[in-house]
């Protein structure tokens, strides 16, 4: 029996054919006009042709693959995990785990604000009421520890006016489980009664708060954005099948993900946030491959090709640059796995899934719903030229003057980076008059010190002489910003014996110790990290382990920006190689990389500008913060950068078809960028579109990363890629497709590989 003709002259490494079949196009380069379908063998060809015959098939098949994807995808969320600020395997996670091991407690993380309605909290009134509540509170599930004003009678717990005090809670268990406790607990212990006022706040209810409002947020942005993006694309086709058919592709990705994602939250920890990742990426990287597809498909019918082939071309053309930039957009997001968060490693399960469906949805799912309806979506090509075309033409006439102009704009827009200040997250994430956030506001004007965010010092064996403990809890009571410490032997400030400790569980069983830190107002409003910095720098009797809240954001922004280089050099480095493979060329991946880089930069500025220093923060609506917490950013980069040279792929691909067609370097640039400029546009404005309906939204990082990728979107699809990319590309002329003679021997033996050896001509602008 012969074997069937889609195995037929497949190399014995598969390795190695797929490497040749799409990697390198399966280009028969026997002369310029040679046709990039010729193999017979082609990967995306033979995906094509099947599109083609089976389309009935396939489009039944992803119709119930969709439903069964919604159907599955839809329990996600609830088996998605909440996250904290804390870094595994770090000082602070091991002294949370030997406090409640071995000292049964940990750190406060809900806290009840108790106003006396008759002025005094001290009154028999007021005490009476307020430990009933503590009662109650010491009930609910959850709940381990409970210290209150009334029976630790520490002055950190008393407003300076007498008016108020606090009641300390702390939840065990994983942040999903404490969270979901607090969506009953909170409303039920918020109250008004004769006697008191009881408000709800501390770290767990605003982590809380943020996730619902977070929630609020995406479902409001995507009930704005699909139906914009819809529009917007009836807008760009002209044809509302064509709409209707991206778009589908689109959602496909989106289900697709939260399926995934759904499947993988079965073994690991995945984070409830990345799922709101996938719906923009997926409808936004959905639009992208749909947008560029469908364009091949109208070109080659208008170049005269018969619907069955105008797909197959298309699938086998425009499918190649689809799977390129689709890795690189995975590999942007894979480098989050560096990071010991599953916050963030769960954005890159999401990128990978999005990449996955996302391609396969534009080069399986369109080409058979072209082959069936691709009468209704065809259109009158581009005109011979156009806005981009035209301002291209004329940057590359005077590249000096245009390069300079727009690069001076650039660095302008960019120069806030140079400010940029690393801090770590608090109420101010939330928008004004939420219920935690005010809580925390009213602590931090009418306290004296911030209990509920103790720095925790926990000895790791026991001391023989209790003199040692008393001078070590003194010597920390004198560090600038430590309100009080909590022996023992008792309450410590500035050095000196000050009363009875205003904590329970100071001593494990095994005679070991811990201290708990109280930090003033200001410190927690300040550089939390030098302080906790001092207390891990003072001299102790003994080795200790430094938690708590403020341990535990200090060492999670500590390990984020020492994996942040590891991060940043497998994104360029990978990005780069995969660049290098489509392109054959060493100057153009370095030029990609330092103009993406320069999008990236006018995006950090933007942070900086706005979201740090404050300006537009009333139009925006959000409190500044002078600084910026650093995993939005760190997630923003891997995003950002991903979808840059999405749209770099999409504009080289381009050019180095012409190129290889004519070899005129500038004849190239100009033709790609008038047929693939307007694409690129019409896709990062509908992308942009998707990321700035997240500006609307109450949480601080929700407007970072909506409005700093949709400037960067704009930033790329336009002045970079229209200007600047084709000013550099005029400037190196011929050098742009050089590469080192290794690599070069290694093009010419791929070439004769695939076809006849190319001609000496065609060999040189080939490397």
Known sequence: MSPHPWVEGIPASAFQWI?????????????????????????????????????????????????????????????????????????????????????????????????????????????????????????????????????????????????????????????????????????????????????????????????????TDFLRAELFALPAVVLLLILVYRRTTAALLTVGVGLLSALGTLAGLRAIAQFTEVSTFAANLALVLGLGLGVDYSLFMISRYREERAAGHAQPDAVVRATAVAGRTVMFSGVTVAVSLCALLVFPFFFLSSFAYAGVLVVLTAVTGAAVLLPAALARWGHRVERPTAPASGFWHRTAIAAMRRPLLAGAGVLTVLLLAASPLLGLRFGLPDERTL????????????????????????????????????????????????????????????????????????????????????????????????????????VRDTPAPADVLVGGYPGETTDFRSTLLDRLPLAAALVLGATYLILFLMTGSVLLSVKATVLNLLSLSVMFGCLVWVFQDGNLSGVLGFTPTGSIEPSIPVLMFCVAYGLSMDYEVFLLSRVKEEYDRTGDTERAVGEGIRRSAPLITAAAGILAVSFLSYATGGVVFLKELGIGTALTILVDATLIRVVLLPVTMRLAGRANWWAPKALRRFRIREAAELGPEPEPELRREYV
């Open 19 to 215: 490497f040749q079949r799409t990697v390198s196009g399966g280009h028969d380069r026997g002369g310029h006009g040679s046709d990039p379908l010729r193999k017979a063998h082609h990967m995306l060809t033979r995906l094509g042709r099947l599109a083609v015959r089976r389309s009935r098939a396939v489009l039944i098949g992803a119709l119930l693959v969709f439903l069964g994807l919604a159907a599955y995808g839809a329990g996600a969320q609830g088996d998605l995990d909440l996250a904290r600020w804390s870094a595994p395997g770090t000082e602070s996670v091991r002294a949370g785990d030997v406090l409640r091991e071995e000292f049964g407690t940990g750190n406060p993380n809900l806290a009840l604000l108790v106003t006396a309605r008759d002025g005094d909290v001290d009154s028999a009134r007021t005490r009476g009421a307020a430990r009933a509540l503590v009662q109650e509170v010491a009930k609910a599930p959850l709940v381990t520890d409970v210290t209150s004003y009334w029976d630790a009678r520490s002055p950190a717990l008393r407003a300076t006016d007498g008016r108020r005090a606090l009641v300390l809670v702390r939840l065990e268990g994983g942040a999903t489980e404490a969270r979901e406790q607090l969506a009953t607990l909170s409303p039920r212990l918020a109250r008004t009664t004769p006697e008191l006022t009881v408000q709800v706040g501390g770290q767990e209810e605003i982590s809380r708060q943020v996730g619902e409002q977070a929630r």
């Open 431 to 534: 928008p004004e008059g939420t219920s935690s956030r005010t809580t925390s506001e009213i602590v931090h004007e009418e306290f004296p010190a911030e209990p509920t965010d103790m720095i925790q010092v926990v000895l790791t064996k026991p001391l023989t002489n209790p003199a040692d403990t008393r001078a070590y809890a003194a010597e920390l009571s004198r560090i600038p910003g430590v309100f009080q410490v909590d022996a023992p032997s008792g309450a410590y400030r500035d050095g000196k014996r000050a009363g009875e400790p205003g904590q329970d569980r100071l001593t494990a069983p095994d005679g070991r110790v811990r201290l708990a830190l109280v930090p003033t107002q200001g410190a927690m409003y300040g550089d939390v990290p030098a302080l906790v910095d001092r």
